[in-house]
């Protein structure tokens, strides 16, 4: 076990330079040339990094872009195969995370490293603590840490009752207790509310007031031109843009460096007559996982030829809905109809027959097994029809993978191997894929493109307004609010477990959306009625 | 049932609780760090007949009690090598060292089997205390096992609850990725809980053969090494509530050999399901409270940890 770098209780932000400022001031981070290779793939092309003391940088680029490799090989996580790591000026060779960390470099990943039945205290000092550990003096100091950088915390609550922007705060209190002098946030705000992305950039600058130097991972551009001082913009495992004052640049530019030439906004597909409703719910009341009311009697209708979304603060029931339209959860009351039929409690195979097809939120796990092949993750819902006698015909079924494959454009390795070395853009692909295959007549996509790149993004977009004019009935439900009034026919705002608001997503205005969002819908905007 | 025979049965209430205990807080102990360890029954086997024969041949009962302690700590850091260095499955790693550890007890002791012991642990002296009623024989009276589950069972709650060496143990079977960001070695953390782990196990298993049946005979452990891992489970991975388990789950050890001669009509084979069908009921009692908050039970219990694996 290795002992802590220095002893208990937070310090103040440590001058290794020492003596006077440097006359020419180093940048606090510096990445020159850095070259990582995996098997089959290059991640880091000579990609290179500078980034001034006491300033939000943020790192942009698309997945597959190199960052997250970067990253981990300035907080030490990979070694790189060549290139040089330069803090303050100093050269290092980190061989793990608690190198890195002595150098006074602490990153908060993207999945959260908490132990859920520690307190907030106990994993903030897990790292670094004496060897009698006392509650509340540790506690304390905890919680003094916390009040500095204007954090909001109970030092003494389990992590497993807190909310995930709760937990980003422990995370950030970890790497403060360490003394990070450069923290590295990888994609920190992809699992919060608008509202706690906006405390998150406060306590960024307060950081950086504060002289410590953040390096902030991101592809949402909105968020950069917020609250970043300056971005170094990746592509393909190279640095293509560095250093780019935040002031004098714009979101538009951005995207432009991180895509190259590729499309990023598309285009409001032309509409489509609807035809008879496909998709009915009425009343639906269901709970959440912890047995709380999450649906209070929700009304919807989608008819043929129409996509129907729906927005909202996340945790206001959209994924418990999109369960109980795939048959994944229990209903307590209230009826789901599809094509017609009352479908209620019919299982999911069942309403796959019906011609549903579901693109849950959580792709690995629910939608795909990580273990299993590409070709059975293919034939998931199908192997009834991949078959000779009692057993599964590979033949067939590889033929069919093959064509799925073929069709939306899924880059994988042998169809035979696990999927889990697939990229996010290509698992969704092939999840997509699947369910869309059979032309279903009905389509409940939750999240579809939530974390995926510009490409990947576009593929799914292209791929559910294909289905549509095809005459599926779409449900799409989305925390991006661009995506929805691009696609969308009609867009519903959801709110504590109902729909509080209608608007014409072609003539509705965006504060309009936000204030129905937080609960402020005063009468649903009856723009085209139910239908 | 006269008081005589109320006071021996507690005092074996006790003496089998501490050997309960003893083997239990080892389980817990791995149990904490991550690793299930189902080779206890295998790893009291060869402390039980590693003491003996060490008994016999030097006729030194501490130097006895220290080689069963080795014995059970190495095949504790078999399950070790093959769980966390080899990353193989727990249930099948442990699963075989009982199998090994039994088969293995019975050639090793073959020779010894019906001999006298070559020492015996002597009941610590506790003075006057040993003379007050019903608490002088019952508690004051017994083997030094007995103390030393004791002293084991508060030593195991401070360091695993009170220092940050506990903070590392518990944080490595909580959630292994979290425990080595934070610059723990989660491999040195596992295989030495499971070390420690199956020298307790080794120290239970001498206690059989060195003071509670001093003699050795192929199948001693009699599936208690079962009992401790339900054990475990039963007192919700806390070492006062184990202790409480250890004392009643002992209770039906003792009542097993006394049930005839307190004249009561009760199947003593019945009598030892009653760890198990406890251990049970614990468990409906753990999953229906798991529904609105995390199980007991360590997050990372049996699973092998690799920093590369997504």
Known sequence: MTEPSHPIGPTGPSETSGGDAPSVELPAVELRDIWKRFPGVVANAGASLRVRRGSVHAVLGENGAGKSTLMNVLSGVYRPDEGEVRIDGVAHHFRTPADALAAGVGMVHQEFRLVPSFTVAENVVLGACERIVRRPAVESAVEALAGRFGL??????????????????????????RDARILILDEPTAVLTPGEADELGAVLRHMADDGRTIVFISHKLHEVTGFCDEATVLRGGKTVAASLSVADTDASELAGLMVGASPVITERPPAREAGEIRLQVRDLRCSDDRGLPALNGLDLAVRSGQIVGVAGVAGNGQRELAQAIAGLRHVESGTVHLVGEDRTDATPRQRFADGLGYIPEDRIGV???????????????????????????????????????????????PLDEPIAGLSGGNLQRLLVGRELVGGPRVVVAAQPTRGLDVQGVKAIQDLLVGERDAGAAVLLISEDLDELSTLADRLLVMHAGRIVAEFDPVTAERHAIGEAMIGHAETADDTGGDQ | ????????????????????????????????????????????????????????????????????????????????????????????????????????????????????????????????????????????????????????????????????????????GESASTADAAGHSVAGIRLAAVAVGGGLAGASGAYLTLSLTPQWADGIVAGRGWIAVALVIFGAWRPGRVAVGALLFGLTLALKTRLQTFGVDFSPILLSMLPYLLTISVLVVISIRSRNRPSPAPAALGIAYRREER
């Open chain 1, 152 to 177: 909001a915390i109970e030092p003494d609550r389990p992590v497993w009752q807190l909310s995930m922007g709760e937990r980003q705060r422990v995370e950030i209190l970890k790497a403060l207790w």
């Open chain 2, 1 to 172: 049932m006269n008081e005589a025979s109320l006071i021996g049965l507690f005092e074996a209430t006790v003496s089998f609780g501490a050997l309960l205990y003893l083997a239990a807080l080892g389980e817990m102990i791995a149990e904490k760090a991550g690793i299930l360890n189902l080779g206890v029954e295998g790893m009291m086997a060869m402390g039980a007949v590693t003491g003996f024969v060490v008994a016999l041949q030097t006729g030194n009962p501490w130097v006895a009690f220290v080689a069963a302690v080795a014995a059970g700590a190495s095949v504790g850091l078999l399950h070790g090598f093959f769980t966390v260095v080899l990353g193989a499955e727990q249930v099948v790693s442990g699963l075989s060292l009982t199998i090994l550890g039994l088969g293995l007890a019975a050639f090793v002791g073959r020779g010894s089997v019906g001999q006298p012991a070559g020492a015996e642990m002597v009941p610590v002296d506790w003075g006057p205390l040993s003379d007050i009623p019903w608490a002088g024989p019952i508690l004051f009276a017994q083997s030094p096992f007995v103390y030393l589950a004791v002293i084991a069972g508060f030593v195991t709650w401070f360091v695993l609850w009170r220092t940050r060496l506990g903070l590392a143990v518990r944080a490595a």
């Open chain 1, 367 to 413: 939608g795909l097994a990580p273990r299993l092949s590409v070709t059975d993750n293919a034939v998931l819902r199908t192997y009834g029809r991949h078959r000779r006698g009692p057993f599964l015909d590979a033949a067939s079924a590889t033929g069919h993978c093959r064509d799925l494959v073929d069709r939306f454009g899924v880059r994988t390795g």
